[in-house]
């Protein structure tokens, strides 16, 4: 549970809606174990799009931590800051892991995620509204080939990085669950269903989605 707001200062601020891209920021910090409070952002009111969260997030999308006054928008951006201030869910610098951090970090956000973009929000790829099914189709393919490579990759390890748990798996999770949606949803490849419940026996990740009010099945 996140500590009493009242007897904290400069505590983090996570500007969220649940089951969005705030679940990784939210899992990282009651994995690290900082104070935070908790910014509800109505998405069914459009509160991200409104004049009040346009100055946190000028592109009106979730999530937003704010630090100490600033705003940061990206949930790499906010996954990395977060990771580098608290130990604990990344390699040291020098470690010989880094650079697999690093990419398994921007491939979860810069193809993973973003191709959940297309999946999810299919019409802003296109013109034609007539093509929406068509785009949301490929990208449900290019998805699940993604998908695919990731379990090939993971095969005989417990988590992404061989030193092991990092901000990395719980990046992934989220990925799967997301995943759910797919016509072959990510959990049925089994390595990825596998780390998936490992991930999800992590007593800060139940508190996450209690905390959400995500109801199972999770992924
Ligand atoms: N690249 C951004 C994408 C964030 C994003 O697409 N967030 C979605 C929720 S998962 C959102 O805010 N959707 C509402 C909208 O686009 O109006 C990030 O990683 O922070």
Do not use: C
Request: aromatic residues 10%; hydrophobic residues 45%.
């Amino acid at each position: 549970m996140p500590p009493d707001p009242s007897t904290e200062t400069n505590m983090y601020e996570l500007h969220y809606s649940p089951g969005t891209a705030s679940l990784l920021p939210h899992m990282m910090l009651r994995e690290l174990g900082v104070p935070f409070i908790l910014k509800l952002v109505d998405r069914e009111a459009g509160e991200q799009a409104g004049a009040d969260y346009l100055k946190l997030n000028p592109h009106g999308r979730i999530p937003v931590l704010v630090d100490d006054g600033q705003a940061l928008y990206e949930t790499a951006a906010i996954a990395l800051h977060l990771a580098d201030r608290h130990p604990g869910l990344a390699p040291a610098v020098d470690a010989p892991d880094r650079a697999d951090y690093y990419k398994w970090m921007v491939h979860l956000a810069n193809t993973t995620q973003a191709e959940f973009r297309s999946w999810f929000y299919p019409h802003e790829y296109i013109d034609d509204p007539a093509h929406e099914a068509s785009a949301k189709a490929a990208a449900g393919k290019r998805m699940m080939a993604n998908f695919k490579v990731i379990a090939g990759q993971l095969e005989g390890r417990e988590w992404l990085l061989p030193s092991g748990f990092s901000a990395a798996d719980l990046y992934l999770l989220m990925m799967v669950r997301w995943g759910r949606t797919l016509p072959h949803p990510a959990r049925d490849l089994p390595v990825l269903g596998a780390h998936a419940q490992r991930v999800l026996n992590r007593t800060a990740v139940q508190a996450t989605f209690a905390a959400e009010g995500l109801a199972a099945p999770f992924v």
